[in-house]
């Protein structure tokens, strides 16, 4: 039995180290031509307005669901990472989206790949993709060394209806 659970938490160390690497790493699109192409392609975000507000995102080449958000008032390529407690982004994507440096306090510790590091939490006016927009949401601002580009999390997603991965596309309800 305490074998079995040493084994689990093992495991769940592991992937609390490697998920987040993926994650970073997917942002950068790495230096190969295929990530530069996708790089340079539009996300794809197709807004469906049905039986309320969803928009489905179609997996890129390695199953990723990048879309182009809107926050506080800004256009933003987030990389939607159930993952993620919450909506990650890094300082120089803060001051765009009008998040004054000073207001910021790094008093919060964020376990990544490449270790802990420090965040400040900052709450985001408003986020909309689609049909759908969420006001007030919270999320964390960490350095630029320590995320290259928006991850858009839980804090964001558990305010929907319900997501979920269908056909290779993630679909958001709110």
Avoid: C, W
């Avoid at 093992?10 to 295929?34: D, E």
């Avoid at 407690?85 to 510790?109: D, E, K, Q, Y």
């Amino acid at each position: 039995m305490l074998v079995r659970l040493l084994s689990l938490a093992g495991v769940a160390a592991l992937a609390a180290m490697v998920v987040p690497h993926l994650a970073t790493t997917a942002l950068t699109q790495g230096g190969n031509k295929t990530a530069a192409k996708e790089a340079a392609a539009p996300p794809t975000t197709t807004a469906k307005y049905a039986a309320g507000r969803s928009v489905v995102l179609d997996a890129d080449g390695r199953g990723h669901f990048f879309g182009t958000f809107r926050i506080n008032g800004r256009s933003e390529r987030g990389l939607v990472d159930t993952g993620a407690s919450s909506i990650a982004i890094n300082l120089s994507t803060a001051r765009r989206l009008g998040i004054a440096p000073s207001t910021l306090s790094f008093t919060a510790r964020v376990n990544t790949a490449n270790g802990v590091v420090e965040a400040a939490p900052a709450m985001l006016n408003r986020i909309e993709i689609g049909g759908i927009s969420v006001r007030d949401v919270q999320a964390l601002v960490l350095s630029d060394k320590a995320l290259s580009g928006t991850l858009i999390g839980m804090t964001f997603l558990n305010r929907l209806s319900s997501f979920r991965v269908e056909d290779g596309a993630l679909h958001l309800v709110r």
